[in-house]
């Protein structure tokens, strides 16, 4: 999906928006994108339709047997049913996509209180998305995958609903300064938290 950033007179812009990759081009390229003109099982329960239908994303990790049953059940004949299942590398690379949407967000929250708190931000010296990943894989404690105060576990995955479970925080170790990268530590939740009660 791309968010249509800027149209000019001879070229529209667009944003990728998981990896912020900015594309400007000419008006006659949009004939390489369309609407994707589909429906949502749950817009559709409870209709029969007669005409063949695909069903999308069966065996990824946030649909389960109640979604796939309703999506088979409005066809009123089985042969018209086709399933289309994604590969291991693009469940894969949704995946990462997710975990690094999430990230991207926690950090665009940090730099939403650091403006609020008047902290002075400095683009090229801020954390993002690379740097957590980076600190994960070369933090003291066993690879990077364990707090360095309590020695607990970081956890980041993605459970059973798509929802992204994770307990790892950005800890500003000068709380009058920003998230900057040499003012920042990993830190568990529950150790953030018993910090700034002190």
Request: glycine letters at 2%; one cysteine or more.
């Amino acid at each position: 999906m791309y968010i249509i950033t800027a149209l000019n007179a001879e070229t529209f812009t667009i944003l990728e928006p998981c990896e912020e990759t900015i594309i400007c081009l000419p008006y006659s390229m949009l004939s390489y994108f369309g609407l994707p003109y589909c429906f949502t099982v749950h817009s559709i329960q409870g209709l029969t339709i007669n005409e063949p239908i695909t069903i999308f994303d069966a065996n990824t990790n946030y649909l389960d047997r109640r979604f796939i049953w309703t999506a088979i059940t409005r066809a009123s004949d089985l042969n018209n049913v086709n399933i289309f299942l994604q590969s291991d590398y693009e469940i894969s690379r949704s995946r990462n996509s997710h975990m690094n949407l999430y990230f991207k967000q926690k950090v665009d929250q940090y730099k939403q209180q650091d403006k609020k708190a008047h902290r002075d931000i400095v683009e090229d010296e801020y954390i993002n998305m690379d740097w957590i990943y980076e600190q994960l894989n070369t933090h003291p404690f066993c690879g990077g995958h364990h707090d360095i105060v309590c020695g607990e576990p970081f956890e980041y995955y993605i459970d059973e609903k798509n929802t992204v479970v994770s307990n790892v925080t950005c800890d500003r170790l000068n709380n009058n300064l920003c998230h900057s990268k040499l003012n920042c530590q990993l830190m568990c939740v529950d150790c953030n938290k018993a910090k700034s009660c002190y």
